[in-house]
C-alpha cells in the first residue's frame, strides 16, 4: 500500500540506491503503423560488482530468461556518489548505434565516436541532491533537460522516501523515486537510444528487492508479467442462470449453532420504482424440488452493482415491497480508493490482483472481492445484511460456491463441494457451540467477554475490520470475565476472532 503524504521532505531519511538482490521489471511495447504492437518485459538485475577506470560498479544485467531458467547478460554498471546515480553502459558503444543518434545532437555533431566514447560512456541518471522545483534532475545523452515541477513524499514499507516529479521541455513527465529511480518509463527509459523508425515506448512494471515486491505500478496486474488491468476485459456481474451459495450460521441464547446453506440465485426480470432488476430469489426449498423466494434485485451499471432488498414473497416470486437500493460493489476503484457500504461500513482498497477462473484473468480486490461474483469470503449479501441487536445473538456468513449455468466456477476451498455445509476437515461435534458470551452488542465502549468453558480459557482476542485488517490485538484473562476497551474504534462493524489452544471463535459485533 502507498500514501503519498506533504511532509518536510529535506528532513526525512535519504534512501539510497540499492547495491545487491534488486530487479526492475519493465514494459517494452515496439511497432509502427505497418505492424502490430508487440510487448515482452524487460527484467534487470543488480548483482555483484566491478571495477572501471577506477571506479568500482554494482553490476546490471538483463535476464534474458525465466524466473526458473535465467539467462543473465551484463547490460551495465550503477554507482552512487553523493547522492548521484550514474550508469555505465558496458555495450551500447559497441554498435556505434548512439553514436549515430548522437550526431544528431547540434552540441555533438562535431565529436568523433572515440570522442563520444570517452566522454559520455556514463551517464547522471538521477541526482537526490535537488530540492528545488525548476531543478534539473538529469539531462538526457541528447541534451534534452528533464526539469522537476513537484517534490513530495510516498510511504512504501514504512519508510517515507522522496519522490519527483519531473518533465522535459517536450512536455514529457516522470515520477522519480529515491531508492527506485523513474517509476513512469523505468531505470534505464530515459536514457535509452530511441530508435529513428517505428513506435518505441518502456513503462516501469515493478521494483523488488531479495525476491519481494517492494513497489509495482498500480496499472499492471503483476510483477512478472507485462499483462496490464487494460488487456483484461471487465467481467460484469451474470444476468441469469448463475447461483451463489453461502454458509449460515446462527444461535440465540447460548443455543448450538444452528446451520443452513442459503442459496441465491438470478430469476428472470423485475421493475421497481421504473428501473429494471434482476430479480434475487433464495431457494427455501430443497436442490430436488426448489421453492424461489424473492429477496431483492441486482443491476449493474457502470461498473456500480447495485441491490434492491425488499420484503414479500410467493411460491411464484411475487412483488418486492417496502425496499430501498444500496452499492454492493464498485469496480472502477483503485488502490487507496475508500468504498463505503452505509453509515456504519466501509472499506478501503489495499490490493489489487488477478485470480484465474476458467479460461480468464478476473480483477480481484483485497484477496476476497472479484469480478462477476462478488465477496469470496463472506458471500454476495453478507456486507449489507442487517445484524440483529440482541446481546445473546451470534452470527456467521460464509461464501462456499459460485455456480453459472449449472457449472462451479469458484468454491471456497474450506468446504466439500458446492452444495453442502460440510467443512474438509471436520472438527468436534462442539465446535460450532459458543466458548465465549460477548456483549453488550451493540457495544459503545466496553464490551465484555464471558468464558462458557472453563476447560478451555481464551488466549488472546483481535478485533478486525469488515475486510479483515486486524485494528486491536490483545493478549486475554484466564478468568471467567474480561473487558474490552473499543472506545478509540470508529463506529462500525467488526468482527472480533478469540483464539484458543487449539481453534478460534468468530464473533460479529456493531460499534455505535
Known amino acids: 500500500m502507498l500514501l ?11 534512501i539510497p540506491f540499492p547495491t545487491e538482490n534488486s530487479q526492475w521489471n519493465i514494459k517494452l511495447s515496439k511497432g509502427d503503423n505497418y505492424t502490430p504492437y508487440s510487448c515482452e518485459l524487460l527484467k534487470y538485475v543488480l548483482q555483484g560488482d566491478t571495477i572501471y577506470n577506477g571506479k568500482t560498479y554494482h553490476k546490471l544485467y538483463f535476464n534474458a530468461g525465466t524466473l526458473e531458467k535465467p539467462q543473465y547478460t551484463i547490460k551495465g554498471g550503477l ?91 517536450l512536455g514529457e513527465y516522470d515520477y522519480v523515486i529515491e531508492g527506485i529511480g523513474s517509476v513512469k518509463q523505468g ?26 515486491s517492494i513497489y509495482k505500478n498500480p496499472d499492471y496486474v503483476d510483477c512478472n508479467s507485462s499483462r496490464s488491468w487494460k488487456d483484461i476485459p471487465y ?109 456504519w461500513r466501509g472499506y478501503t482498497i489495499t490490493k489489487i490482483d488477478s485470480v484465474k477462473i476458467g479460461n480468464e484473468y478476473r480483477k480481484r480486490y483485497n484477496d476476497c472481492i472479484i469480478e462477476g461474483i462478488g465477496d469470496v469470503n463472506q458471500g454476495l449479501l453478507s456486507m449489507i445484511t442487517d445484524i440483529p441487536t440482541c446481546s445473546m445473538c451470534h452470527f456467521e456468513w460464509h461464501f462456499v460456491c459460485f455456480s453459472q449455468n449449472g457449472e462451479s466456477l469458484f468454491k471456497n476451498p474450506i468446504y466439500v463441494d458446492c452444495n453442502s455445509v460440510l467443512k474438509t476437515a471436520l472438527s468436534d461435534v462442539k465446535a460450532n457451540i459458543p466458548l465465549v458470551k460477548i456483549s453488550p452488542n451493540p457495544v459503545k465502549d466496553i464490551l465484555v467477554l464471558e468464558s462458557l468453558n472453563t476447560d478451555l480459557p481464551c488466549t488472546s482476542v483481535e478485533v478486525m475490520d469488515v475486510m479483515g485488517k486486524s485494528v486491536k490485538s490483545i493478549p486475554i484473562s484466564s478468568s471467567l470475565e474480561s473487558k474490552l476497551d473499543l472506545s478509540d474504534c470508529n463506529a462500525g462493524i467488526y468482527f472480533v476472532m478469540l483464539k484458543f489452544k487449539d481453534k478460534t471463535e468468530l464473533h460479529k459485533i456493531i460499534k455505535i
Request: proline share 4%; net charge neutral; glycine share 8%.
Open 4 to 14: 503519498v503524504l506533504s511532509i518536510g521532505v529535506n528532513a526525512q531519511k535519504y
Open 235 to 343: 467481467v460484469p456481474f451474470p444476468t441469469e442462470n448463475a447461483q451463489w451459495n453461502v454458509f449460515y450460521a446462527s444461535s440465540y441464547n447460548d443455543s448450538p449453532m444452528d446451520t443452513t446453506l442459503l442459496q441465491y440465485s438470478l430469476q428472470g426480470d423485475t421493475t421497481i420504482n421504473g428501473t429494471v432488476y434482476r430479480k434475487m430469489c433464495r431457494n427455501i426449498g430443497t436442490i430436488a424440488n426448489p421453492i424461489y423466494k424473492s429477496v431483492g434485485g441486482l443491476r449493474e451499471q457502470d461498473k456500480k452493482i447495485y441491490y434492491y432488498s425488499g420484503y414479500g414473497y410467493t411460491k411464484y416470486i411475487g412483488p418486492i415491497i417496502n425496499g430501498s437500493e444500496k452499492l454492493l460493489y464498485d469496480f472502477n476503484k483503485k488502490i487507496g480508493d475508500v468504498v463505503a457500504i452505509d453509515q
Open 79 to 169: 554507482c552512487e556518489i553523493n547522492k548521484q546515480i550514474f550508469y555505465h553502459d558496458f555495450s551500447i558503444f559497441k554498435s556505434g548505434y548512439l553514436y549515430n543518434i548522437m550526431q544528431k545532437s547540434n552540441e555533438l555533431r562535431n565529436c568523433t565516436k572515440n570522442q563520444l566514447m570517452t566522454v559520455s560512456d556514463e551517464f547522471l541518471l538521477y541526482d537526490f541532491n535537488k530540492t528545488k522545483i525548476g531543478d534539473t534532475l538529469f539531462t538526457t545523452p541528447w541534451g534534452n533537460p528533464i526539469l522537476i515541477s513537484g517534490i513530495d513524499s510516498v510511504l512504501i514499507q514504512n519508510q517515507y522516501r522522496k519522490r519527483y516529479t519531473c518533465g522535459s521541455l
Open 187 to 212: 531505470l534505464l527509459g530515459a536514457i535509452t537510444p530511441m530508435p529513428m523508425c517505428g513506435g518505441y515506448n518502456w513503462e516501469f512494471v515493478c521494483f523488488s528487492q531479495n525476491g519481494e
